[in-house]
């Protein structure tokens, strides 16, 4: 069984969903909080805890930090991710419950796992009809053959991957982009 803490919004809740189901595919994975997802998808082959079923005072942050007391522990087990430019590496260490891990702060978005990926959900009818009305609504003539999406990602990217080479681009290179 491997337990992961909800840690980011939806794009990190996809990639460490993914992850996970694509890493461990015959482990029973358990999802703490991930609502964000859930509110997505259609079906998710795992065992989601909504944030909202727990007491208010244990959010998703407080319990990650109990479950990392108790793997530090050695009580649980831990799956930790190793990464820098040329080296990518999931260390495993097993606790007194043999089977039972806890993910720590991983999001999974190294070329080496991105490669591995294989998505095995779908995204609600009702929010993709959605999606397409409002899109429909903001042009007059849908060209699929032209059509460009910007997303432009800043604040957790100002430090990562580092904070000397930030992932954010200039302004500049989106204008030309487009």
Not at 109 to 128: C, E, G, Y
Request: contains cysteine; positive net charge.
């Amino acid at each position: 069984m491997i337990i992961i803490c909800e840690n980011g919004r939806l794009g990190n809740q996809l990639f460490q969903y993914v992850s996970l189901r694509s890493l461990f595919p015959d482990q029973k994975l358990i999802l703490w909080g991930f609502d964000d997802l859930v509110g997505l998808v259609t079906t998710l082959d795992a065992t989601v805890i909504s944030a909202n079923k727990l007491p208010p005072w244990l959010t998703p942050s407080r319990l990650g930090r109990i479950l990392h007391v108790l793997t530090v522990l050695r009580v649980l087990g831990r799956i930790h991710e190793v990464r820098s430019d040329s080296l990518y590496e999931l260390k495993k260490w097993k606790g007194f419950f043999r089977t039972t891990y806890v993910v720590e702060l991983s999001f999974f978005q190294h070329q080496s796992v991105t490669n591995l990926l294989k998505p095995d959900f779908s995204i609600r009818p009702a929010l993709l009809k959605r999606a397409e009305d409002w899109f429909l609504g903001q042009i007059d003539t849908p060209r699929r053959d032209n059509l460009v999406f910007v997303h432009v990602r800043r604040g957790d990217y100002l430090h990562w991957p580092n904070r000397e080479n930030p992932g954010v681009l200039e302004l500049d290179w989106y204008e030309r982009a487009m």
